[in-house]
């Protein structure tokens, strides 16, 4: 089999396998940075997320009358 490559069709046809195995493996590295770049961004939005669940979930409470009072505050500007 590899006699076959020495000749100018097999070697050229070697060529091509290779350049088109190349051109699949750019195509997967591109496509791999693309999604490590999503999955990047998912991760920084799922912190920032997270942060804010936990701060809301220690901040305190208002009072109902505290509500209450500041909705009567807001109906008088309308």
Same mark, same amino acid.
């Given at each position: 089999?590899a006699v076959?490559?020495?000749?100018?069709? /097999? +070697?050229?046809?070697?060529?091509? !396998?290779?350049?088109? /195995?190349?051109?699949?493996?750019?195509?997967?590295?591109? /496509?791999?940075?693309? #999604?490590?770049?999503?999955? !990047?961004?998912?991760?920084?939005?799922?912190?920032?997320?997270?942060?804010?669940?936990?701060?809301?979930?220690?901040?305190?409470?208002?009072?109902? +009358? #505290?509500?209450?009072?500041?909705?009567?505050?807001l109906n008088k500007?309308?």
């Amino acid at each position: 089999q590899a006699v076959s490559f020495l000749d100018d069709p /097999g +070697a050229s046809r070697l060529e091509r !396998e290779v350049q088109t /195995g190349r051109s699949q493996l750019e195509e997967l590295i591109l /496509g791999l940075r693309e #999604e490590h770049a999503t999955l !990047e961004r998912s991760i920084v939005l799922y912190k920032d997320f997270q942060e804010r669940y936990k701060s809301q979930i220690h901040s305190t409470v208002e009072p109902k +009358a #505290e509500l209450y009072q500041r909705k009567a505050q807001l109906n008088k500007y309308k």
